[in-house]
């Protein structure tokens, strides 16, 4: 059986993405992420799009003052509340990274009620 694994690092790289994602990193930094970056990577299924998007994830994690990089896919949740629930366990540790220790109880407060109010205000639409 073959194993089709995405790979997570280029050591094991034979497709010859390594280069590819070394530019991937590159670019992202190069461009002001604050306006939003967006790549979209298309191939058919077993490519190695997956591998691609890990090692460019990877190379930009080895970067000095590189981004936070928060890995969220949101067809793997079944429903759009679930949705927002992950999406802000994913943002949450991030934005407390960032945080000065004697805000932090607050601010978690504040994702929290943030959280559930984009959570009611989204029910509320799809019930309409």
Same mark, same amino acid.
């Given at each position: 059986?073959?194993?089709?694994?995405?790979?997570?690092?280029? @050591? $094991?790289? $034979?497709?010859?993405? !390594?280069?590819? *994602?070394?530019?991937?990193?590159?670019?992202?930094?190069?461009?002001?992420?604050?306006?939003?970056?967006?790549?979209?990577? @298309? /191939?058919?299924? /077993?490519? /190695? +799009?997956?591998? %691609?998007?890990?090692?460019? %994830?990877? @190379?930009?994690? +080895? !970067? +000095?003052?590189?981004?936070?990089?928060?890995?969220?896919?949101?067809? %793997?949740?079944?429903? $759009?509340?679930?949705?927002?629930?992950?999406?802000?366990?994913?943002?949450?540790?991030?934005?407390?990274?960032?945080?000065?220790?004697?805000?932090?109880?607050?601010?978690? +407060?504040?994702?929290? &009620?943030? *959280? &559930?109010?984009? *959570?009611?205000?989204?029910?509320? $639409?799809?019930?309409?």
């Amino acid at each position: 059986m073959i194993n089709d694994k995405p790979l997570s690092c280029s @050591e $094991r790289d $034979r497709l010859g993405f !390594r280069g590819i *994602a070394h530019h991937l990193a590159t670019a992202f930094l190069q461009n002001d992420l604050g306006q939003g970056f967006v790549v979209g990577v @298309e /191939g058919a299924w /077993g490519s /190695g +799009k997956s591998s %691609l998007v890990n090692m460019a %994830l990877n @190379e930009l994690g +080895k !970067r +000095k003052n590189g981004p936070h990089v928060i890995r969220f896919a949101p067809w %793997l949740v079944g429903s $759009r509340n679930e949705m927002l629930v992950q999406l802000f366990a994913e943002l949450e540790p991030v934005i407390l990274q960032s945080i000065p220790v004697s805000e932090l109880d607050s601010t978690k +407060k504040i994702i929290g &009620r943030y *959280a &559930r109010v984009w *959570a009611q205000s989204l029910h509320s $639409r799809v019930h309409k």
